[in-house]
Nanobody, 121 residues
Framework: VQLQASGGGQVQTGDSLKISCSAS????????IGWFRQAPGKEREFVAG????????EYSDTVKGRFTVSGDGANYTVYLEMSRLTPEDTAVYYC???????????????WGKGTQVTVSS
């Protein structure tokens, strides 16, 4: 399983940004894909996740209502659309895969390299 996050960049407070996670070596119908982030000096935290079948979605309270996770099974890509960004959202964002949703909170099996998102005030 290989994962690669991309699309990060520098934006301003209140802006929106959409980042992508390209996956290979897995079947979307069998895995859940999670988005995580790690800010400087802080622990990595769960942000959002999506699982199939049924596109089951889960969000952390910190981003609920501002971030939207979606998936494109035909292209093995998962997206994280972020809106109303604040400097507190500045972090390296990672995508990860596992067979079970509980792994969002106790460790995902496969991780990709992250993409930096910087929000300036």
């Amino acid at each position: 399983v290989q994962l690669q996050a991309s699309g990060g960049g520098q934006v301003q407070t209140g802006d929106s940004l959409k980042i992508s996670c390209s996956a290979s070596g897995l079947t979307f119908g069998s895995y859940v894909i999670g988005w995580f982030r790690q800010a400087p000096g802080k622990e990595r935290e769960f942000v959002a996740g999506i699982g199939w079948p049924g596109e089951r979605k889960e969000y952390s309270d910190t981003v609920k209502g501002r971030f939207t996770v979606s998936g494109d099974g035909a292209n093995y890509t998962v997206y994280l659309e972020m809106s109303r960004l604040t400097p507190e959202d500045t972090a390296v964002y990672y995508c990860a895969a596992d067979l079970h949703e509980v792994a969002y909170y106790n460790g995902m099996a496969f991780w990709g390299k992250g993409t930096q998102v910087t929000v300036s005030s």
